[in-house]
T-cell receptor
Framework: DAGVTQSPTHLIKTRGQQVTLRCSPK?????VSWYQQALGQGPQFIFQ???????QRGNFPDRFSGHQFPNYSSELNVNALLLGDSALYLC????????????????FGPGTRLTVL | GNSVTQMEGPVTLSEEAFLTINCTYT??????LFWYVQYPGEGLQLLLK?????DKGSNKGFEATYRKETTSFHLEKGSVQVSDSAVYFC?????????????FGQGTILTVHP
């Protein structure tokens, strides 16, 4: 059973550039969440996608956008990169439960390490 | 708002010592509580969870009890091993219809020496 996969593993960009990160959820999962983990900090919630729509959003600027595809995979896009965007970006997947909300258990991928120079 | 506070780290122990990592959360809503572990260079792995007051989560010798009266979810292990060296994160969800969103503590680095 494949877990959550993310690509690429590492990425180096310069200020002002744009980046796209990719995530494939755990088999059978339909909800994808993205988190930013700065060095030495806990992950911060960026947004969550379900049924190809953004369902929840954390305190991140509009430079951060996303997409979910019909196969439940997801992309995170960041425009106009800043030095402060350097972080580990984590994708987590979960499954909508019988009550129609996302399961409270999320499974994380290994992350994409983004370095902005 | 929702927040999670973990004890200041890092924590350094000898093998077979007793481990406690403190975690408290803001008492808003009816959250589920989680402990995640992150090994060097890896993503987060769910260690254990508890979904309501007085529930005890347990896994791999680790335990944590959801204490509503003290808004705490402390992680314990009776005898740590070198392989337990990692960063441990306490987390809560938002509860209600937004319970998919997780709020994490700042993490506690655990180092276990032989």
């Amino acid at each position: 059973d494949a877990g959550v996969t993310q690509s690429p593993t590492h990425l180096i960009k310069t200020r002002g550039q744009q980046v796209t990160l990719r995530c494939s959820p755990k088999s059978g999962h339909d909800t994808v969440s993205w988190y930013q983990q700065a060095l030495g900090q806990g992950p911060q919630f960026i947004f969550q996608y379900y049924e190809e729509e953004e369902r929840q959003r954390g305190n991140f600027p509009d430079r951060f956008s996303g997409h979910q595809f019909p196969n439940y995979s997801s992309e995170l896009n960041v425009n106009a990169l800043l030095l402060g965007d350097s972080a580990l970006y984590l994708c987590a997947s979960s499954l909508v439960d019988g009550a129609g909300g996302p399961s409270d258990t999320q499974y994380f991928g290994p992350g994409t390490r983004l370095t902005v120079l | 708002g929702n927040s999670v506070t973990q004890m200041e780290g890092p924590v350094t122990l000898s093998e077979e010592a007793f481990l406690t990592i403190n975690c408290t959360y803001t008492a808003t809503g009816y959250p589920s509580l989680f402990w995640y572990v992150q090994y060097p260079g890896e993503g987060l792995q769910l260690l254990l969870k508890a979904t309501k007051a007085d529930d005890k989560g347990s896994n791999k010798g680790f335990e944590a009890t959801y204490r509503k009266e003290t808004t705490s979810f402390h992680l314990e292990k009776g005898s740590v091993q070198v392989s337990d060296s990692a960063v441990y994160f306490c987390a809560r969800n938002a509860g209600g219809t937004s319970y998919g969103k997780l709020t994490f503590g700042q993490g506690t680095i655990l180092t276990v020496h032989p």
